[in-house]
């Protein structure tokens, strides 16, 4: 690095800040829309110096949308409440269910193991819209469609699969010999599945717990059909800003703002924990 | 304290069979030490004695209690493992203190526990450390205050060395033995190394392939090793071997060796005419003045002074090369010809194509050796 030329160093510097801006332009430009009208976002050609409002928000939030055509009700802050509500649930559900199994199928090589591991991943080989129809029935049938359970119970097919594969694989990566150590001192089997293989497979599991509820938040298909209005996430309500009399784009914006940031958080949040995962696992043994 | 007594043990992992119908008993007190190369099934039977893995047939009784199917946390017994086996996310005092807990031993009891063993391991000055900021000198230590810290009856302490720096080793062969008879426990010691095997066992076990070869004392297994294979391990520098045909003369049985005939007392009949192999420590072999009789005359190839002792290799007339051991300090030969005789009491003959030593202990007795 030290024998890079100074031209070198602004090429880099730029090719750097060029691919930033590529990627993150998307955003950065969702995120000026959320605070212009219609209007100013449908100018052509488009500027970059706005007056900022924050008309787009506070629909959205009193669940007012005002249009050409007149005021529309719209159930945004419902929406965002039963994503964060389904998604929350969906994934500790996941996890409860999840990371035991995980570690039976790690720890316990029983008659048929690899058999029922591999089933459950396989939940993730069918095209959602190929269950879809045959799981509408069945929910009809069973008077789960339309309610929360069942929503959540669909939502096991995403997360289930995904925190079973890879919690399993981080319990696996636990020497057997540290847990052998701690029954041999006199503790039960339970005891060692809380006190070592659960801190010791914890980023592992807050890394699965998070793409699980980052893969249940953006659900789009399982919610559209088997949820009506009330329950449904932000990703189906976000429909509703298709109006008659044109695409909200401003409200758009602001609702996709509002809900990428509970993700965003998380992520950032997590991401302490699965840094110290990484540097735990490289003095193992 | 316990006695720990195997009936009939056999162990498989899909068709391979690790442990073979293996019967082992050791006494309350006692530190046997199961010694063998890699794969010969030492570490399964330790971990079937802890209870982590369940023999398929057979009998495991500790205490004269049957163990068989007992879990683990049950058995009372404390182990060290050859890779620590430490629990990363804990300091080393929670590591040292889980057995105790375990035992749901008060606050202060645990405190005065851990800092007793710690202090007896000389790793009290670390125990706020997390296993990651401790030297692997260290991090052994502290498996072994864990293994130590509940004074279990039954201690099983799986190749505790095999890790660590060669000077630590050294200490800990010095310090180790003091430490189990201090606490009195029956030791089950596993190692690869038969200097350690020497100094800490009242017994040895040899295994290879899932079967105890030979049970003994150190100096049993040392002296009248039961074949070949149990010889060339045990001692520094290795046992010469060299292939032999014992015949009889009017002075009894002899064997011959670079022209010379070194008669053997006690030679078993058997031994006469069979193609064998004698076994002759480098020790038990002297340099020697020209013209005394029964002296081996060779060739000084080789001189190694180590720090104890001085390692010289010289060659026959015939070829073979010898190794011949002698304090260091004392007289020898670094170069040009010279003579050697065998030390009596220590030669060993073995079958050339089992490797099993032949007849009792051979006693070896040097006759003047006439030019053949």
């Given at each position: 690095?030290?024998?890079?030329?100074?031209?070198?160093r602004i090429?880099?510097?730029?090719?750097?800040?060029?691919?930033v801006?590529?990627?993150?332009f998307?955003?950065?430009?969702?995120?000026?829309?959320?605070f212009?009208?219609?209007?100013?976002?449908?100018r052509?050609?488009?500027?970059?110096i706005?007056?900022?409002?924050l008309?787009?928000?506070?629909?959205?939030?009193?669940g007012?949308?005002?249009?050409?055509?007149?005021?529309l009700?719209?159930?945004?802050?419902?929406?965002l409440?039963?994503?964060?509500?389904?998604?929350?649930?969906?994934?500790?559900v996941?996890?409860?269910?999840?990371?035991p199994?995980?570690?039976?199928?790690?720890?316990?090589?029983?008659r048929?193991?690899?058999?029922?591991a591999?089933?459950?991943?396989?939940?993730?080989?069918?095209?959602?819209?190929?269950?879809?129809?045959?799981?509408?029935?069945?929910?009809?049938?069973?008077?789960?469609?339309?309610?929360?359970?069942?929503?959540?119970?669909?939502?096991?097919?995403?997360?289930?699969?995904?925190?079973?594969?890879i919690v399993?694989?981080?319990?696996e990566?636990?020497?057997?010999?540290?847990?052998?150590?701690?029954?041999?001192?006199?503790?039960?089997w339970?005891?060692?599945?809380?006190?070592?293989?659960?801190?010791?497979?914890?980023?592992?599991?807050?890394?699965?717990?998070?793409?699980?509820?980052?893969f249940?938040?953006?659900?789009?298909?399982?919610a559209?059909?088997?949820?009506?209005?009330?329950?449904q996430p932000?990703?189906?309500?976000?429909?509703?800003?298709?109006?008659?009399?044109?695409?909200?784009?401003?409200?758009?914006?602001?609702?996709?703002?509002?809900?990428?940031?509970?993700?965003?958080?998380?992520?950032?949040?997590?991401?302490?924990?699965?840094?110290e995962?990484?540097?735990?696992?490289a003095?193992k043994? | 304290?316990?006695?720990?007594e195997?009936?009939?043990?056999?162990?498989?992992?899909?068709?391979?069979?690790?442990?073979?119908?293996?019967s082992?008993?050791?006494?309350?007190?006692?530190?046997?030490v199961?010694?063998?190369?890699s794969?010969?099934?030492?570490t399964v039977?330790?971990?079937?004695?802890?209870?982590?893995?369940?023999?398929?047939?057979?009998?495991?009784?500790?205490?004269?209690?049957d163990?068989t199917?007992?879990?683990?946390?049950?058995?009372?017994v404390?182990?060290?493992?050859?890779?620590?086996?430490?629990?990363?996310?804990?300091?080393?005092?929670?590591?040292?203190?889980?057995?105790?807990?375990?035992?749901?031993?008060?606050?202060?009891?645990?405190?005065?526990?851990?800092?007793?063993?710690?202090k007896?391991?000389?790793?009290?000055?670390v125990?706020?450390?997390k296993?990651?900021?401790?030297?692997?000198?260290?991090?052994?230590?502290?498996?072994?205050?864990?293994?130590?810290?509940?004074?279990?009856?039954l201690?099983?302490?799986?190749?505790p060395?095999?890790n660590?720096?060669?000077?630590l080793?050294?200490?800990?062969?010095?310090?180790?033995?003091?430490?189990?008879?201090?606490?009195g426990?029956?030791?089950?010691?596993?190692?690869?190394?038969?200097?350690?095997a020497?100094a800490?066992g009242d017994?040895?076990a040899?295994?290879?392939?899932?079967?105890?070869?030979?049970?003994g004392?150190?100096?049993?297994?040392?002296?009248?090793?039961?074949?070949?294979e149990?010889?060339?391990?045990?001692?520094?520098?290795?046992?010469?071997?060299?292939?032999?045909?014992?015949?009889?003369?009017?002075?009894?049985?002899?064997?011959?060796?670079?022209?010379?005939?070194?008669?053997?007392?006690?030679?078993?009949?058997?031994?006469?005419g069979?193609?064998?192999?004698?076994g002759?420590?480098?020790?038990?072999?002297?340099f020697?003045?020209?013209?005394?009789?029964?002296?081996?005359?060779?060739?000084?190839?080789?001189?190694t002074?180590?720090?104890?002792?001085i390692?010289?290799?010289?060659?026959?007339?015939?070829?073979?090369?010898?190794?011949?051991s002698?304090?260091?300090?004392?007289?020898?030969?670094n170069e040009?010809?010279?003579?050697?005789?065998?030390?009596?009491?220590?030669?060993?003959?073995?079958?050339?194509?089992?490797?099993?030593?032949?007849?009792?202990k051979?006693?070896?007795?040097?006759?003047?050796?006439?030019?053949?």
């Amino acid at each position: 690095m030290e024998h890079t030329s100074l031209i070198e160093r602004i090429l880099r510097g730029i090719a750097l800040t060029l691919v930033v801006i590529f990627f993150m332009f998307p955003i950065l430009w969702i995120f000026m829309m959320s605070f212009q009208t219609n209007e100013t976002i449908l100018r052509i050609p488009p500027q970059l110096i706005f007056e900022p409002t924050l008309a787009n928000y506070t629909a959205l939030i009193t669940g007012k949308l005002m249009t050409a055509a007149g005021t529309l009700d719209i159930a945004f802050m419902r929406n965002l409440w039963n994503s964060v509500f389904l998604s929350v649930t969906s994934v500790a559900v996941s996890l409860l269910l999840g990371v035991p199994a995980a570690y039976a199928f790690a720890r316990h090589k029983f008659r048929g193991s690899e058999d029922i591991a591999f089933t459950l991943l396989s939940f993730k080989f069918a095209p959602a819209l190929l269950v879809l129809l045959p799981l509408t029935l069945y929910f009809q049938k069973l008077g789960l469609a339309n309610t929360y359970f069942g929503l959540i119970w669909v939502y096991q097919l995403i997360c289930l699969p995904l925190i079973l594969w890879i919690v399993r694989g981080y319990f696996e990566d636990i020497p057997a010999d540290i847990e052998y150590a701690y029954r041999i001192g006199g503790h039960s089997w339970f005891a060692t599945f809380r006190k070592i293989a659960l801190p010791l497979a914890g980023p592992g599991i807050a890394a699965a717990g998070l793409l699980a509820f980052i893969f249940a938040w953006n659900n789009f298909v399982f919610a559209l059909v088997l949820a009506s209005a009330d329950k449904q996430p932000v990703t189906v309500g976000a429909l509703a800003f298709i109006t008659s009399s044109g695409i909200q784009y401003g409200q758009i914006s602001a609702a996709i703002v509002l809900s990428i940031t509970p993700t965003l958080a998380l992520a950032l949040y997590a991401q302490r924990y699965l840094v110290e995962g990484l540097s735990l696992g490289a003095v193992k043994g | 304290m316990a006695s720990l007594e195997l009936k009939n043990i056999v162990k498989r992992y899909k068709s391979h069979t690790v442990l073979d119908n293996l019967s082992l008993t050791v006494a309350d007190g006692e530190t046997l030490v199961l010694f063998g190369p890699s794969g010969a099934g030492k570490t399964v039977l330790l971990r079937l004695v802890a209870g982590v893995i369940d023999p398929d047939e057979g009998k495991i009784l500790i205490g004269g209690d049957d163990m068989t199917d007992v879990d683990a946390e049950f058995r009372g017994v404390g182990m060290a493992f050859q890779n620590f086996a430490l629990f990363p996310h804990m300091s080393a005092f929670d590591n040292i203190a889980t057995p105790l807990e375990a035992k749901r031993s008060s606050q202060g009891a645990i405190k005065a526990g851990v800092d007793s063993v710690a202090k007896l391991l000389k790793i009290a000055h670390v125990l706020s450390h997390k296993p990651r900021a401790l030297s692997n000198g260290q991090k052994q230590r502290t498996a072994l205050a864990r293994a130590l810290v509940g004074s279990p009856p039954l201690l099983l302490l799986d190749d505790p060395l095999r890790n660590v720096d060669a000077k630590l080793r050294f200490e800990m062969r010095l310090e180790l033995p003091r430490l189990l008879a201090d606490r009195g426990a029956t030791v089950v010691y596993v190692t690869q190394d038969y200097k350690e095997a020497m100094a800490l066992g009242d017994r040895i076990a040899v295994m290879s392939q899932g079967v105890i070869r030979q049970l003994g004392t150190p100096e049993q297994i040392y002296r009248e090793p039961a074949n070949i294979e149990i010889a060339r391990p045990f001692g520094d520098p290795t046992i010469n071997l060299l292939d032999v045909k014992p015949a009889r003369d009017a002075r009894g049985i002899y064997v011959g060796l670079s022209n010379v005939q070194v008669h053997l007392a006690e030679a078993p009949e058997t031994a006469i005419g069979r193609d064998c192999v004698i076994g002759l420590r480098p020790e038990s072999l002297h340099f020697v003045a020209d013209n005394q009789p029964g002296a081996i005359p060779v060739t000084v190839e080789a001189e190694t002074p180590l720090n104890e002792k001085i390692v010289t290799l010289v060659r026959t007339v015939r070829g073979r090369e010898i190794l011949v051991s002698r304090p260091a300090g004392t007289p020898g030969r670094n170069e040009g010809r010279a003579h050697i005789a065998v030390d009596g009491k220590s030669a060993l003959l073995f079958d050339h194509a089992s490797g099993e030593r032949i007849g009792a202990k051979t006693v070896v007795k040097l006759r003047n050796g006439e030019a053949a």
